[in-house]
C-alpha cells in the first residue's frame, strides 16, 4: 500500500470524483472533497449516493475565497486534484462567464488560498480537457497542418470536413501533448487551457509539482443522467432505453476517443502515485477514434431502439475529430486502458437499468 497522504479533490462529489475518491480511501489516503453539489449535474437531492461515506464532504464554492480559507483551516493537503470544473462546448459560449468563473478565477482562487495559508501541496493534479487542442491537426497529400476552426458559415453549408492547403482531403491525426499545439475552439477549452497555464506558473514557483491529464470523452456508471450536457454516450443511452430516435448531428462522422471512467480513475491514480521530477503533461483515452454514427448504431442495437438518424444539426465550436496518442501516459505512468467501448456500454447500461428510472 502507498504512503497514506491527505488528498483534497475539488470537484470531487462528481462523476468521476465520486470513483476517484473511492480508489484513495481504499489505498488508505484521507480524502476530503470541495463540491458545491451544482443541480445541473446533481440533479437528485442529498448527497451523491456513489460518494464514499468515508470522504469528508465540504458543500462549499471554489470561487468563494472565504470558503477556500477556511477549507485549508481544517485539511492541509500534500496533493491537490483538480477536478471542479464548468464543461460544455456549446453551453460555454453562451454562458461564457460562468464558464470562466469557475474553471479560470476557481483555479486563481485555489492558488490564492494555498499562497495565503502557506499550505504548499507537494503535488497538483489537474484534469484538463482534449478540447483544449481544437481542431488538432491534419495531414493532406503528406503535409500536417492545424485546420482551426470551423466557422458558422461552413457549418450551416454542411462543409463538415477540413480541407488541406492544397485543396485535397485531409485525414485527422491523434493528439499528443508532445506534437499537437493547443488551439482551443470553444470557450470551454480556452478556459481549461487557462487553468494548465495558471496551474503550472504556480507550482513552478512554488516548487510544487503538477500533472496534468488531458482527458477525451468519459463515459461509464455514474454519469449524470439528467444533465443536459452530460457525455454523449449517457445522452444516446437516455434516448435508446426511452425508445426514442437517436438524433445524430452533422453527417454522422464525427470522431469521438471513449475513454471508461474505470480506465480514467486508474490513470489520476498512478499520477498521483507518480508525482513527475518536472511537469508533466499526458493524453488520456482509449486512444481510438470512433464515429458518432458507429456509436449511436452499436447503442440502438442494443436497446431494440429505432434507427438512428443523421438530422445535420451541428454545434458552434465544435470540432470534428478528437481523438488521443496515449503512448506518453503508457511510458509516463506505465498505464494502458483495460476497458473497450463495449466494456463501457455493457457496464453504463446495467447501471442504468439498476439506478435510472
Known sequence: MPDARSILITGGAGFIGCELSARLIAEGHQVTVMDVLHPQVHTGSGLPARLHPQVTLLPVDVTSASSWAATLRTVTPDCVVHLAAETGTG??????????AVNVLGTTRLTDALGSAGVIPSHVVLASSRAVYGEGRWESDGTVFAPGARTHAELEAGRWNPVGPGGGRATPLASAAATT????????????????????AWTSAMGSSLSVLRLQNVFGPGQS???????????????????????????????????????VVAALVAAIARPPVTNRVVDIGSGRGTTVSGLAQMMAERMGAPDP?????????????????????????????????DDGLTALLAWMDEEVQ
Open 181 to 200: 499545439p493547443p488551439a482551443p475552439t470553444s470557450i470551454y477549452g480556452a478556459t481549461k487551457l487557462a487553468q494548465e497555464h495558471i496551474l503550472g
Open 309 to 341: 438518424k443523421v438530422s445535420g444539426k451541428f454545434r458552434d465550436g465544435d470540432v470534428r475529430a478528437a481523438f488521443a496518442d496515449i503512448g506518453a501516459a503508457a511510458a509516463d505512468l506505465d498505464w494502458h486502458p483495460q476497458r473497450t467501448l
Open 225 to 263: 443522467v439528467g444533465n443536459p450536457y452530460t457525455g454523449i454516450v449517457t445522452l444516446f443511452a437516455r434516448q435508446a432505453r426511452a425508445n426514442e430516435v437517436i438524433d445524430i448531428y452533422e453527417d454522422g462522422e464525427i470522431i469521438r476517443d471513449f475513454v471508461v471512467i474505470d480506465d
Open 91 to 100: 453551453q460555454s459560449l453562451t454562458e461564457g462567464s460562468r464558464h470562466a
